[in-house]
């Protein structure tokens, strides 16, 4: 009888669980933990483009290989379209000038923009949100942000997704500063809420120089009698008290750290450098200035590092595939096997073959060209079956990015054209 208990509770709680994965897409969830985040493709080397703090709502569209979520973007969400692609018009709205457009999805914390999801239509309108001059003054680009086109996603890992997040028990955030805990009593008509507030540990103050001289004023003032009041207190002289500005240093300082920790792409000067700057600036004495200068260096020795990683970010994707290209002429004296036409008509071109892998989530299959190189990873999107055209010259659209450890670009293949008898 016991048994027969077991069996029953067993398969009531398998048929809970398929249940609960069997959901009609989209759908909505939320998250379960802090500063998730949002990233631009299926995969820790799609860059960030937003972080969602814990209980936001998102909309799930599906799920992809190795537990990522195709979620709508969220609100701020945008993306880039070059200036000489569009047309404007009135309202903020713009129109497509040309034929199969690249939308370039956008981040906050960087102006990189490898991944391409969507490629829009001629005569289509997009929305306008704001536009940002790049490159010198003899060679100016005028780039726009639009708000994100139709079919276009962004990705969170699935871990950190819970359809059924605002009606559970104990969920508690990652987050170092402020940890809170919601308990729910069984039974009870009250939710008791404890919030546990653990300050982050305390940064040592920056070393004194081992060597400072303060140069004495040629005409010192005369000492000012007892009796005599001056006018401004050292706070209010320039603002803050001495320890106030020792506490904003060292509030620098901290905050630095933190960003620090993160991903480089994600790192953010906007706010650092002048708030350092001004302390340069107010400071009294020279042990406040050298402390200030200090931390002035150290954020700038950072930006140099952001900056290295945003330019071989942007350029790897195009270093790749010129460097392929380059070996392949040098060892069979050939032109490049993809012609410009194909290249603007397609996301990828080449003879498909299998890909044998054993790392959970790897792309199923390559387009390689004449020589055998791979151009390109590819995955089939819900509904496309590429087996048939195994051994066949195609050319595939769909959304394209670059994978950092694979070395190659990846296309989850939309659309196939069989280019069988043209010349490549």
């Keep these: 009888m016991r048994l027969l208990v077991a069996g ?218 007892e009796d005599y009041a001056p006018i401004f207190s050292p706070k209010t002289a320039r603002g803050i008290s001495p320890e106030e500005y020792q506490a904003e240093l060292e509030a620098i300082d901290l905050e630095l750290s933190g960003m620090l920790s993160e991903e480089p792409t994600v790192w953010t000067f906007d706010d650092l450098r002048p708030r350092c700057e001004e302390l340069v600036e107010t400071a009294e004495t020279a042990v406040e200035r050298g402390r200030a200068r200090v931390l002035l260096n150290k954020i700038t020795r950072f930006e140099e590092i952001k900056r290295r990683y945003d330019a071989i970010s942007q350029t790897r994707a195009a270093n790749e595939r010129s460097n392929r290209q380059l070996a392949a002429m040098q060892r069979e004296n050939v032109p490049p096997a993809l012609p410009p036409e194909l290249e603007e008509r397609f996301d990828g071109v080449g003879e498909l073959r299998d890909v044998v892998s054993s790392k959970p989530g790897a792309p199923r299959y390559a387009l390689v060209d004449d020589v055998g190189e791979v151009r390109c990873y590819v995955s089939p999107s819900p509904g496309v079956n590429l087996r048939p055209y195994l051994g066949r010259r195609i050319g595939i659209n769909g959304n394209r990015a670059y994978i950092l450890d694979q070395r190659a670009h990846h296309v989850m293949a939309k659309h196939v054209s069989v280019l069988d008898g043209r010349r490549m």
């Design 8 to 225: 029953l509770a067993s398969c009531f709680v398998l048929t809970s669980s398929v249940m609960a994965d069997e959901r009609t897409f989209p759908y909505k969830a939320y998250i379960n933990a802090d500063e998730v985040y949002v990233r631009s493709g299926p995969g820790q080397s799609y860059y960030p483009t937003d972080k969602l703090e814990i209980g936001r709502e998102v909309e799930v569209y599906r799920h992809d290989p190795g537990g990522w979520y195709a979620i709508c973007p969220p609100e701020g969400s945008f993306s880039w379209i070059s200036d000489r692609y569009l047309n404007a018009g009135v309202d903020n709205l713009a129109v497509v000038n040309e034929d199969r457009v690249a939308a370039r999805v956008g981040s906050r914390f960087s102006d990189i923009r490898d991944v391409i999801q969507v490629r829009l239509h001629k005569a289509e309108v997009v929305e306008v949100l704001d536009a940002k001059q790049t490159g010198t003054a003899s060679n100016r680009t005028t780039w726009y942000k639009i708000a994100p086109p139709s079919g276009e996603f962004r990705w969170v890992a699935g871990r950190y997704v819970d359809p059924d997040y605002p009606h559970e028990g104990l969920r508690t955030t990652h987050s170092a500063e402020n940890r809170t805990a919601r308990i729910e009593t069984p039974g009870a008509d009250s939710t008791v809420l404890a919030t546990a507030v653990a300050s982050a540990p305390r940064q040592p103050a920056l070393e004194e120089p081992s060597r400072i001289v303060v140069p004495s004023s040629p005409d010192p003032l005369p000492r000012p009698s």
